[in-house]
């Protein structure tokens, strides 16, 4: 792992309903590029708030993040900046239902340049052991393929960055193992940074690090500095 600063969260705060919600409470932290972090915390201690903020599908209420060395303020296309940089795997799947498992993993081209984006999904869904699914809807796959077409479509526009929420939460003890390994493999072989929400102590033993959240925060044990 190199030890250069991809991502720098300082002091951010994430509020709803007028300051009554506090999702996120003053949150410091700083991901290393092609780190694995795993985050774990109670349920509503502002884990999925903190990788929406980090993939910029919320926008904090204070504070200021960097990439590299761009300040998140300073963004003008949102959507361009998420698309060049970061792919997303969520718990639930979140595939279109009515889209091949090779149409799922083109959405995320739709308004890119270049021409080649279905030979690189098919690519990655035979690299995901899904070669004989390429034509099946979601709903003739199983909980793990599902997942697999997941991985695929968050790594279909090349980013830097994969925000993973409970990406394993749905899925039995086995089919999760196989969806980690082909994930962890994908992230080793292209350098990329992996920030993972999880619930399940055998993922995050895999982490290079883990970051506790509790009220909005990261715990630093033993008075350690973020
Ligand atoms: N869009 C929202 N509107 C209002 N409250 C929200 C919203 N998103 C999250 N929250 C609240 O913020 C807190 C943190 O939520 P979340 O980040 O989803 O926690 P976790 O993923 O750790 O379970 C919770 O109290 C949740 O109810
Ligand atoms: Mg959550």
Redesign the pocket.
């Known amino acids: 792992m190199a030890n250069t600063p991809l991502i720098r969260i300082n002091g951010i705060t994430l509020y709803?309903?007028g300051g009554q919600?506090r999702?996120l409470n003053g949150v410091d932290l700083t991901i290393q590029e092609g780190e694995f972090v795993a985050i774990v915390?109670p349920?509503?201690?502002?884990?999925?708030?903190i990788l929406n903020v980090i993939g910029t599908l919320d926008t904090p209420t204070a504070g200021e993040i960097y990439f590299r060395d761009q300040a998140y303020s300073t963004i003008r296309d949102a959507s361009l900046f998420r698309r060049e940089n970061f792919g997303f795997i969520f718990q639930g799947f979140h595939l279109i239902p009515t889209l091949s498992a090779l149409d799922n993993v083109i959405v995320p081209t739709i308004g890119c340049e270049g021409s080649s984006h279905k030979a690189r999904a098919e690519a990655l869904l035979n690299s995901l052991g899904l070669q004989d699914r390429l034509d099946h809807f979601p709903g003739k796959l199983a909980g793990g393929e599902r997942q697999r077409v997941a991985i695929a479509r968050s790594l279909i526009n090349q980013p830097r960055v994969i925000l993973a929420d409970e990406p394993t939460g749905s899925l039995d003890s086995a089919n999760a193992q196989q969806v980690l390994d082909l994930l962890a493999q994908v992230v080793r072989e292209q350098g990329l940074t992996l920030i993972m929400?999880t619930h399940d102590a055998s993922v995050s033993a895999r982490a290079d690090r883990i970051v506790h959240?509790r009220d909005?925060r990261v715990e630093h044990p033993l008075g350690a500095f973020a």
């Open positions: 709803f309903d919600t999702a915390g349920s509503g201690s502002g884990k999925s708030s929400v959240m909005g």
